[in-house]
Protein backbone atom coordinates (compact mmCIF):
# COMPACT_ATOMS: atom_id res chain seq x y z
CA UNK A 1 0.00 0.00 0.00
CA UNK A 2 1.18 3.66 -0.52
CA UNK A 3 2.67 4.80 2.41
CA UNK A 4 2.23 8.29 0.60
CA UNK A 5 -1.53 9.73 -0.50
CA UNK A 6 -2.18 12.72 -1.98
CA UNK A 7 -5.23 14.74 -2.03
CA UNK A 8 -7.70 16.09 -4.02
CA UNK A 9 -6.50 13.45 -6.56
CA UNK A 10 -7.16 16.42 -9.16
CA UNK A 11 -7.26 19.98 -8.74
CA UNK A 12 -8.26 22.58 -11.81
CA UNK A 13 -7.91 26.08 -11.70
CA UNK A 14 -7.04 29.45 -13.07
CA UNK A 15 -3.53 31.26 -13.68
CA UNK A 16 -2.64 33.12 -10.61
CA UNK A 17 -4.47 31.29 -8.76
CA UNK A 18 -3.30 29.58 -5.54
CA UNK A 19 -2.65 25.44 -5.69
CA UNK A 20 -2.69 23.38 -2.65
CA UNK A 21 -2.20 19.53 -2.25
CA UNK A 22 -1.94 17.92 0.54
CA UNK A 23 0.18 14.60 1.79
CA UNK A 24 -1.01 12.02 4.51
CA UNK A 25 1.40 9.20 5.51
CA UNK A 26 0.97 6.48 7.78
CA UNK A 27 4.34 5.43 9.51
CA UNK A 28 6.89 8.23 11.04
CA UNK A 29 9.43 9.23 8.33
CA UNK A 30 12.85 10.84 8.39
CA UNK A 31 12.45 13.18 5.01
CA UNK A 32 9.47 14.10 2.50
CA UNK A 33 9.83 15.36 -0.62
CA UNK A 34 7.75 16.38 -3.52
CA UNK A 35 8.08 16.08 -7.04
CA UNK A 36 6.52 17.52 -10.11
CA UNK A 37 6.10 15.16 -13.37
CA UNK A 38 4.74 16.40 -16.64
CA UNK A 39 2.31 14.29 -18.30
CA UNK A 40 4.45 10.76 -19.15
CA UNK A 41 8.03 11.72 -18.25
CA UNK A 42 10.18 11.87 -15.74
CA UNK A 43 10.04 13.51 -11.70
CA UNK A 44 11.56 16.67 -11.08
CA UNK A 45 12.64 17.34 -7.74
CA UNK A 46 10.69 20.28 -6.18
CA UNK A 47 11.81 20.09 -2.25
CA UNK A 48 12.83 18.48 0.53
CA UNK A 49 11.43 18.75 4.31
CA UNK A 50 13.04 16.88 6.92
CA UNK A 51 11.18 15.35 9.54
CA UNK A 52 12.37 18.55 12.16
CA UNK A 53 11.15 21.40 10.43
CA UNK A 54 8.17 22.40 9.76
CA UNK A 55 8.08 25.00 6.77
CA UNK A 56 9.94 25.51 3.55
CA UNK A 57 10.11 27.98 0.71
CA UNK A 58 11.42 28.06 -3.00
CA UNK A 59 10.53 30.14 -5.15
CA UNK A 60 6.65 29.74 -5.32
CA UNK A 61 6.44 27.01 -3.41
CA UNK A 62 5.80 26.49 0.52
CA UNK A 63 5.85 23.07 2.14
CA UNK A 64 4.61 22.47 5.41
CA UNK A 65 4.98 19.36 7.62
CA UNK A 66 2.73 18.70 10.67
CA UNK A 67 4.13 15.13 12.20
CA UNK A 68 1.53 15.03 14.50
CA UNK A 69 -1.09 15.15 12.00
CA UNK A 70 1.79 12.63 9.64
CA UNK A 71 0.52 15.07 7.09
CA UNK A 72 2.42 17.98 3.99
CA UNK A 73 1.17 20.55 1.87
CA UNK A 74 2.64 21.96 -0.85
CA UNK A 75 1.22 25.81 -2.16
CA UNK A 76 1.94 26.87 -5.37
CA UNK A 77 1.51 30.45 -5.67
CA UNK A 78 0.76 32.19 -8.45
CA UNK A 79 0.07 30.17 -10.55
CA UNK A 80 1.04 29.58 -14.45
CA UNK A 81 -0.42 27.04 -17.12
CA UNK A 82 3.53 25.60 -16.69
CA UNK A 83 2.77 23.96 -13.65
CA UNK A 84 -0.13 22.20 -14.54
CA UNK A 85 1.66 18.72 -13.77
CA UNK A 86 1.28 15.70 -11.54
CA UNK A 87 2.59 16.21 -8.01
CA UNK A 88 3.74 13.74 -6.02
CA UNK A 89 4.91 13.62 -2.14
CA UNK A 90 7.72 11.03 -1.40
CA UNK A 91 8.55 9.37 1.88
CA UNK A 92 11.25 7.82 3.66
CA UNK A 93 10.84 5.59 6.67
CA UNK A 94 14.80 4.51 7.27
CA UNK A 95 15.22 2.69 10.33
CA UNK A 96 18.64 1.86 9.65
CA UNK A 97 21.07 -0.08 7.51
CA UNK A 98 21.09 -0.31 3.79
CA UNK A 99 17.12 -0.69 3.58
CA UNK A 100 16.45 2.71 2.51
CA UNK A 101 14.16 3.84 -0.05
CA UNK A 102 11.33 6.48 -1.35
CA UNK A 103 7.53 5.82 -1.37
CA UNK A 104 5.51 7.65 -3.52
CA UNK A 105 1.80 8.51 -3.28
CA UNK A 106 -0.69 8.50 -6.21
CA UNK A 107 -0.41 11.68 -7.01
CA UNK A 108 -2.31 15.12 -7.27
CA UNK A 109 -3.12 16.02 -11.52
CA UNK A 110 -2.70 20.05 -11.27
CA UNK A 111 -4.19 21.85 -14.49
CA UNK A 112 -4.11 25.57 -14.45
CA UNK A 113 -6.19 27.27 -17.12
CA UNK A 114 -4.78 29.93 -19.14
CA UNK B 1 25.95 18.25 -16.80
CA UNK B 2 23.87 15.73 -19.25
CA UNK B 3 20.87 14.46 -17.24
CA UNK B 4 19.71 11.04 -16.65
CA UNK B 5 19.23 9.25 -20.18
CA UNK B 6 17.16 5.94 -20.42
CA UNK B 7 16.75 3.75 -24.13
CA UNK B 8 14.79 3.01 -25.36
CA UNK B 9 12.35 5.28 -24.53
CA UNK B 10 9.40 3.40 -26.31
CA UNK B 11 9.13 -0.36 -26.44
CA UNK B 12 6.02 -2.96 -27.46
CA UNK B 13 6.92 -6.28 -26.40
CA UNK B 14 4.71 -10.02 -26.51
CA UNK B 15 3.89 -11.64 -23.41
CA UNK B 16 6.36 -14.19 -22.49
CA UNK B 17 8.94 -12.09 -24.14
CA UNK B 18 11.94 -11.00 -21.90
CA UNK B 19 13.45 -7.13 -22.01
CA UNK B 20 16.34 -5.19 -20.98
CA UNK B 21 15.83 -1.57 -20.44
CA UNK B 22 19.03 0.39 -19.79
CA UNK B 23 20.03 3.91 -17.64
CA UNK B 24 22.89 6.03 -17.93
CA UNK B 25 23.42 8.49 -14.66
CA UNK B 26 24.53 11.34 -14.63
CA UNK B 27 28.36 11.80 -14.21
CA UNK B 28 29.38 10.89 -11.01
CA UNK B 29 26.45 9.78 -9.54
CA UNK B 30 26.70 6.33 -8.11
CA UNK B 31 23.99 5.06 -6.98
CA UNK B 32 21.12 4.34 -9.24
CA UNK B 33 17.29 3.11 -8.66
CA UNK B 34 14.36 1.59 -10.86
CA UNK B 35 10.54 2.72 -10.20
CA UNK B 36 7.85 1.31 -11.99
CA UNK B 37 4.92 3.55 -12.76
CA UNK B 38 1.18 2.48 -13.41
CA UNK B 39 -2.13 4.47 -13.58
CA UNK B 40 -3.35 1.49 -10.70
CA UNK B 41 -0.47 0.78 -8.62
CA UNK B 42 1.30 4.30 -9.20
CA UNK B 43 5.32 4.67 -8.45
CA UNK B 44 6.38 1.80 -6.89
CA UNK B 45 9.85 1.29 -6.29
CA UNK B 46 11.98 -1.32 -7.87
CA UNK B 47 15.42 -1.89 -6.70
CA UNK B 48 18.20 0.49 -5.99
CA UNK B 49 22.28 -0.25 -7.02
CA UNK B 50 24.93 1.24 -5.54
CA UNK B 51 28.76 0.21 -6.74
CA UNK B 52 27.54 -2.14 -8.65
CA UNK B 53 25.79 -3.95 -5.35
CA UNK B 54 21.78 -4.19 -5.00
CA UNK B 55 21.33 -2.37 -1.98
CA UNK B 56 18.02 -2.53 -1.76
CA UNK B 57 14.86 -4.28 -3.40
CA UNK B 58 11.47 -3.76 -3.36
CA UNK B 59 8.30 -6.04 -3.80
CA UNK B 60 8.64 -7.57 -6.85
CA UNK B 61 9.09 -10.99 -7.90
CA UNK B 62 12.06 -12.48 -9.35
CA UNK B 63 11.31 -12.14 -12.96
CA UNK B 64 12.62 -8.24 -12.36
CA UNK B 65 16.53 -8.32 -12.13
CA UNK B 66 18.60 -5.79 -12.99
CA UNK B 67 22.50 -4.96 -12.41
CA UNK B 68 25.16 -1.73 -12.54
CA UNK B 69 28.06 -2.00 -14.24
CA UNK B 70 31.66 -0.46 -13.15
CA UNK B 71 30.96 3.28 -14.86
CA UNK B 72 27.17 3.23 -12.72
CA UNK B 73 25.19 2.47 -15.97
CA UNK B 74 22.48 -0.14 -14.98
CA UNK B 75 20.41 -2.28 -16.68
CA UNK B 76 17.11 -3.52 -15.53
CA UNK B 77 16.05 -6.90 -17.02
CA UNK B 78 12.16 -8.55 -16.84
CA UNK B 79 11.80 -11.78 -18.25
CA UNK B 80 8.10 -14.00 -19.14
CA UNK B 81 6.32 -10.56 -19.54
CA UNK B 82 2.56 -10.10 -18.46
CA UNK B 83 0.33 -7.62 -19.97
CA UNK B 84 0.44 -6.21 -16.30
CA UNK B 85 4.35 -5.53 -17.08
CA UNK B 86 2.99 -2.81 -18.74
CA UNK B 87 4.28 0.76 -17.17
CA UNK B 88 6.75 3.59 -17.27
CA UNK B 89 9.63 2.55 -16.12
CA UNK B 90 11.42 4.98 -14.37
CA UNK B 91 15.38 5.29 -13.20
CA UNK B 92 16.92 7.65 -10.92
CA UNK B 93 20.58 8.79 -10.11
CA UNK B 94 21.96 10.14 -7.04
CA UNK B 95 25.36 10.51 -5.30
CA UNK B 96 24.87 8.41 -2.88
CA UNK B 97 22.84 5.97 -1.73
CA UNK B 98 20.09 6.25 0.93
CA UNK B 99 21.18 8.37 3.66
CA UNK B 100 24.44 6.71 4.09
CA UNK B 101 25.58 9.05 7.13
CA UNK B 102 25.69 12.15 5.35
CA UNK B 103 21.77 13.31 4.70
CA UNK B 104 19.32 12.36 2.06
CA UNK B 105 20.38 12.15 -1.13
CA UNK B 106 18.71 14.18 -4.35
CA UNK B 107 17.13 11.75 -7.09
CA UNK B 108 17.40 12.92 -10.47
CA UNK B 109 14.56 11.13 -12.77
CA UNK B 110 15.36 10.14 -16.61
CA UNK B 111 12.52 10.53 -18.92
CA UNK B 112 11.57 7.07 -18.18
CA UNK B 113 11.11 3.84 -20.94
CA UNK B 114 7.45 3.39 -22.01
CA UNK B 115 6.75 -0.74 -21.76
CA UNK B 116 4.15 -1.71 -23.96
CA UNK B 117 3.17 -5.61 -23.32
CA UNK B 118 0.37 -7.27 -25.96
Known amino acids: SQQGEEDPQALSIQEGENATMNCSYK?????LQWYRQNSGRGLVHLILIRSNEREKHSGRLRVTLDTSKKSSSLLITASRAADTASYFC??????????????FGKGTLLTVNP | KAGVTQTPRYLIKTRGQQVTLSCSPI?????VSWYQQTPGQGLQFLFE???????NKGNFPGRFSGRQFSNSRSEMNVSTLELGDSALYLC?????????????????FGPGTRLTVT
Open chain 2, 49 to 55: YFSETQR
Open chain 1, 27 to 31: TSINN
Open chain 2, 92 to 108: ASSLGAGLAGFGVYEQY
Open chain 1, 90 to 103: ATDAWKGGSNYKLT
Open chain 2, 27 to 31: SGHRS
